[in-house]
């Protein structure tokens, strides 16, 4: 879009503009909460296309970026998902400089740097599933493995491995907490994985305290992002794999359709 004088303006004029800009990029154009977010606020409701547009007359429906939101590279990476689509990181960062430091192999490392990548840029349900899902066309089969399994080993000590059910899950999930028979399979198969090492690394280097005062870069990782993660070269979401959809719902969450 053009902006008027533009050598003319002050720079705090030219950024008033802009955000003004975007609001009204926004205002001409409707953006849809899929029901995922209603069911996330108690209701099991659906707005039609036909009734939301009859709200908003004259309008269309978003169908790509919304403008609300950091703006996107057109090829965006890992990293750029992680600066611009996920709220927090210091967590996933600190997990993974615990193992850095322990001189885990950089697949472990990767892994424990991605391992929550399902809680903090998209669902917490199932988390682990949903992580290893969406990383699975980029990484060794170990690293997506070991964070698919994270989801149920996590919630079984293995002292041995120096592994102790987390303090906290009995603070977040009460003492009678048990987990579902789903989880319970999956422990028992995970148990006797080849990979079952990596995936209880995983646990053993969660974080499971935040530690507001803790130092962390996601600069000390892009080195092992690098050689471990195969990025697209079209960028995350226009690469035609099986998860190239769930890059492009989380670039554009409010797309109509
Ligand atoms: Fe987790
Ligand atoms: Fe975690």
């Not at 409701?45 to 429906?61: D, I, S, V, W």
């Amino acid at each position: 879009m053009q902006l008027d004088h533009p050598h003319t303006m002050t720079l705090s004029e030219r950024a008033d503009e802009l955000e003004e800009q975007m609001l009204n990029e926004l205002n001409e154009k409707i953006a849809t909460k899929s029901v995922l977010f209603t069911l996330g606020d108690g209701k099991v409701e659906m707005e039609g296309g036909a009734a939301l547009q009859a709200q908003n007359p004259g309008k269309y429906f978003l169908m790509g970026a919304d403008p609300r939101l950091p703006k996107m590279p057109d090829k965006p990476t890992l990293i750029d998902f992680m600066k611009l689509r996920l709220p927090s990181i210091n967590h996933l960062l600190q997990s993974a400089t615990h193992a850095l430091k322990a001189g885990l192999p950089e697949k472990a490392v990767l892994a424990c740097l991605l391992h929550d990548i399902g809680v903090v840029g998209f669902i917490r349900c199932d988390h682990g599933y949903w992580g290893a899902q969406l990383i699975e066309p980029y990484v060794d089969e170990e690293v997506s493995w070991a964070i698919r399994m994270h989801q149920a080993l996590r919630f079984f000590p293995d002292e041995a491995a120096g592994y102790k059910y987390p303090d906290v899950y009995t603070k977040y999930f009460g003492p009678d907490y048990k987990p579902e028979p789903y989880i319970v399979d999956e422990y028992q198969r995970a148990r006797k994985h080849k990979w079952y090492g990596t995936a209880r690394q995983i646990c053993i280097y969660d974080i499971y305290s935040f530690d507001p005062t803790a130092k962390v870069s996601l600069d000390d990782f892009v080195d092992i992002i690098g050689r471990n993660f195969k990025q697209p070269k079209e960028g995350l979401g226009w690469d035609n794999t099986p998860s190239s959809h769930m890059w492009r719902t989380l670039n554009w969450p409010t797309r109509f359709l």
